[in-house]
């Protein structure tokens, strides 16, 4: 047997001004005002976008994703809403976990952000694994991402 199905943009609520670039596959997601989404990007369902942020090629945002205002999300940012806490996969929604990315953050290209919050302010490494919540702004990087200068972008 085979299925085929088409990259679509379904049920996004758009803000004024949003760009997307097609091939993209978003759904049920909401981009506010002056968004940008390059190709081959997936946004899946219950993800927030704020204003005036860009999501470049290649990056994939699950579902429970909040993206603050003014963020920049690199090239092939992979972000995950399921710990495998128990060694494999939770097939059940329930028990996945949201992520919060908070104002003026930068994620550089091929980073993977697992289930935390984010403040305002950051600046992450390219190539960089978020693993636990970030408090202070700073630029942070590494796997483990870990704080390496203090302060504001």
């Not at 909040?66 to 972000?79: E, L």
């Amino acid at each position: 047997m085979y299925i085929r199905r088409r990259a679509e943009v379904l049920n996004v609520k758009f803000g004024e001004n949003v760009t997307v670039i097609e091939p993209s596959n978003l759904y049920g997601c909401e981009l506010s005002d002056d968004v940008f989404v390059g190709p081959f990007v997936e946004i899946q369902s219950n993800v927030f976008v704020g204003i005036r942020s860009r999501i470049q090629s290649h990056s994939f945002i699950c579902s429970g994703v909040t993206i603050g205002s003014d963020c920049f999300i690199g090239h092939g940012v992979m972000f995950v809403n399921d710990k495998w806490t128990n060694g494999r996969a939770m097939g059940d929604q329930s028990k996945w976990s949201d992520t919060f990315v908070g104002n003026n953050v930068l994620i550089g290209s091929n980073s993977t952000i697992l289930p935390v919050k984010i403040c305002d302010d950051v600046v992450i490494g390219a190539g960089s694994v978020v693993t636990k919540n970030i408090t202070q702004p700073g630029k942070y990087t590494g796997v483990p991402a870990k704080l390496i200068t203090k302060g504001s972008q």
